[in-house]
């Protein structure tokens, strides 16, 4: 037996052990993704800077497609076509949100052990007080396009567009086009289309119509994507080829305090302001960056203009939409506007994540609402938006249509916006004068080295062992 | 002070000492060599395969445009645009010829220290009995497409175009376009142009006239190469740029028992023959290898035929020629043939290293004959070559022109055939219904991985330490 199919046997045995209680087999879903003679068409990838905690090791893995950045082992693993950025880990002396009092002993490092990440992306601002120094993702399968964001995982299976953020999970299965954040979940099934946030002082919880949801993001027998945004996805898939064939690119003219990852796709009439980022795979076509706007992994900016200091998260979709100033876009959500049905978003709103805006005639959203759900036409607007006036005034809690919120709303408000700045300041959306640098700034020296795997023997489609230090 | 600039200062430090006695001083050819700016341009890569022993560790190096196959270990060198070929490394429980008995206790390993390599070719058939675990080279500067072939060195300097073969060598000074195969060699300075075998039964001698030597490969007062020869390889030097700007190239068309390395360029009604290996960075044009034969690393084959079993040795140039079936073409040499003075060269001749045909009209060489100097019309050929049945007559000594030999004429013969033997069966030109494997069928698939310099910082230029196991 090759040591490929040793890898993917063990992943499924280990990830089967923890669902167990689910009579959840991973077996079917896993033996779709790891295309054995397919994983020797692809190279791995990481990026070296003078700015980023450097130690990687890779051991009995197959790392195709792969993006590292900053302090990661990876043990017997299948991160495939993944991103794993390890840009905010925290040094040795540093301490975390949750635990102020309790610096690191060492610098935190991204540990992966019997997984398989199948175009998923891993972004490491952590949280998790019992392990400051480890960002662990342990027995987990992550399907195509899911997000990891700064959660520490054992035993999860993560369908397709999943995202679980800011949170540990142990033991679960995340249904596709699912968000949580929830703090921490043990031994849970996660409804498809969830979109669920839980702290101590709120909760918002969301669920796409069954019907919706198949049409956009749905999952066959063995948990392959298919729907509409899968097909957005897939369809540009080519667009990115380009770049993975050529060694040297001529990179695309932006302000110096702006990055653009050599890895990005920049068409037509692109315009990038101060302060910008444009990070590896994402594409942007006649776009518009206003000044310390970003789009983050795997997100579209197509036909659209987004004003200064917007965030495009991981994932997120903008296509034929004007987005105001200080705009947060959430993780995968779909805002696909067309030429005759553009998308207006005013000033200072919040896109929740995996919101879905697919109008056929044009939609404008005023200053300062939190948008959520499926929008299809103006009257939808009423049952999946609140203008943040209106929000702040929530004492107990509201039901919306499809959506409840409890809690009180001026503390949701207050800390979204924390994040919020938290994440323009991380990006270098706020650099000025030499001050507040982050990732516009950060990251436009990266080297980016190729690994390849064995082409022949009983190691054929694993990397061999790699160690590098600075 | 940058770290490279460190590095630099190391290497000039530790060689000059050395060197003290010839008062001979580095710092210009370094400081020339090693342009840290140019140094941000580059990077490098190392082969892996199923079939070669892999353990590289990078520590503190420069290693701009290596390319390594087997076991390394390199500390604190810059090795820039080099080959360092160990896929000739021994095992452990092998033996080596010098050692019949003694058996390796471990693989053998190369080793590189306080280095610079400046395009040099490391290639790994050692032989020396005191180290038979470790091809050692240290405190060594070797400059423009010199050859270390099979050997152990030690605070020495090496001109360009220079070739140190099979042999240990410590604290000297090989001029340019020198070849030396004359056992070890302690503190000696060696003329450029020296032509120099030596064994206890043999000894082949040729010294290049300066006026001509100066003509084809001259050095400047910071010993950095000028000339015909230089001038070649120079021009042709954009051919491969595009080899290393794109990630994977459509494999040129060859029998399944030959191998064309994917940095060779192959241009023109160029065909590939059974058992045939094109080395990295070779230049094939219009040309023809016939069965069994090859081109190694920095040769050149335009316009030309190679019948059945001919051998292009490191950094030979064959030009507008035909040569006949087993015929050797040594390191370095230059057939310099013209679409009206072609050079046709024997069955079973062997071109001696460093040879140059440089001729205004057609020349042509019988068969079976020994080929040295300088040849530049049918006259030349009285003085610069001799029939091998002629030579295995000489008892004592013989003198031909600038070339004098002393010892067995038929030992020499011998000793010669053989290796040429040895090269054919390494190279796998004697492959045949699955016996005999060597280069051209083990090479075939090698996975070709890519690292960069640091681009910022204190580090800038310089590579992270790497360490590949399987």
Redesign the interface.
């Known amino acids: 037996m090759s040591q490929l199919q040793r890898l993917s046997d063990r992943i499924i045995s280990r990830v089967n052990a923890n669902l167990q209680e689910f009579e959840f087999d991973t077996e079917p879903f896993v033996n779709n993704a790891l295309d054995h003679e397919k994983m020797l068409d692809f ?1 791995a990838f990481y990026g ?4 980023h905690p ?1 130690y990687f090791h890779f051991t009995n893995s197959n790392i195709a497609g792969s993006y590292f950045l900053g302090k990661c082992h990876v043990r017997r693993s299948a991160i495939y076509k993944s991103d794993v950025r390890g840009d905010e880990l925290k040094r040795k002396g540093d301490c975390i949100k949750s635990a102020k009092n309790i610096p690191l002993v060492e610098d935190e490092m991204i540990s992966i052990l019997d997984s398989l990440l199948y175009k998923t992306l891993v972004h490491s601002n952590s949280h998790n007080p019992e392990s400051p120094e480890a960002f662990i993702i342990r027995n987990t399968i992550s399907s195509h396009y899911a997000n990891i964001h700064g959660s520490t995982l054992e035993g999860c299976f993560l369908g397709p567009f999943a995202t679980v953020d800011l949170m540990n999970l142990h033991s679960c299965i995340v249904g596709e086009f699912s968000y949580v954040q929830v703090g921490e979940l043990f031994h849970r099934k996660i409804d498809p289309g969830t979109v669920w946030i839980k702290s101590p002082h709120f909760e918002f919880k969301y669920k796409f119509k069954k019907s919706i949801l198949d049409n956009f993001v749905g999952v066959n027998d063995t948990y392959q994507p298919r729907g509409v945004i899968y097909d957005f996805v897939r369809t540009r898939d080519q667009e990115f080829e380009r770049l ?5 690119l001529e990179p695309f003219e932006a302000p110096d305090s702006s990055a653009i990852n050599r890895y990005a796709v920049i068409k037509g009439k692109t315009r990038i302001g101060e302060n910008v980022l444009v990070a590896q795979r994402s594409l942007l076509e006649n776009a518009t960056m206003g000044d310390g706007s970003n789009a983050q992994e795997n997100s579209y900016v197509i036909d659209s203009v987004l004003e200064g200091n917007c965030i495009t998260a991981h994932g997120g979709k903008i296509i034929n939409a004007d987005v105001g100033q200080e705009c947060f876009v959430g993780f995968n959500s779909f805002l696909n506007g067309g030429p005759d049905a553009r998308i207006k978003i005013g000033e200072g709103c919040i896109v929740m994540p995996h919101t879905i805006i697919n109008p056929s005639m044009p939609i404008e959203i005023p200053n300062e609402h939190l948008i959520w759900g499926y929008i299809e036409s103006p009257e939808d607007l009423a049952t999946q938006t609140i203008s943040l006036d209106k929000l702040a005034e929530v004492r107990e809690s509201v039901t919306i249509g499809q959506m409840t919120f409890s809690g009180k709303g001026s503390v949701f408000i207050h800390v979204f916006k924390d994040r919020l700045k938290h994440i323009l300041l991380a990006n270098g959306a706020l650099y000025n004068d030499g001050e507040d640098r982050g990732h516009a700034q950060d990251d436009q ?16 489609g694993l990397y ?7």
């Open positions: 190279y070296i800077t003078s700015r450097l993975f064939e050529v060694m040297h020296n990266i080297s980016f080295n190729i690994i390849q795997p064995y082409r022949t023997g009983a190691r054929k061999p062992s790699i160690r590098i230090k600075p």
